[in-house]
């Protein structure tokens, strides 16, 4: 592997890696904080 090629993956996997952080802080902040949030989420409608 040449550096350019070592360096474009690393460079694209942390790309990804920010703005699959950057999606959990949108999910954190657009999550209701009282009662119903992400661990409410699916809503079952079961016996559980």
């Given at each position: 592997m040449?550096?350019?090629a070592t360096r474009t993956i690393f460079?694209?996997?942390t790309d990804r890696f920010?703005?699959?952080i950057h999606g959990i802080d949108n999910l954190e902040a657009?999550?209701?904080r009282h009662g119903?949030?992400?661990t409410h989420w699916p809503p079952s409608h079961?016996?559980?």
């Amino acid at each position: 592997m040449s550096y350019n090629a070592t360096r474009t993956i690393f460079c694209f996997a942390t790309d990804r890696f920010r703005l699959f952080i950057h999606g959990i802080d949108n999910l954190e902040a657009l999550s209701p904080r009282h009662g119903s949030g992400v661990t409410h989420w699916p809503p079952s409608h079961g016996p559980e």
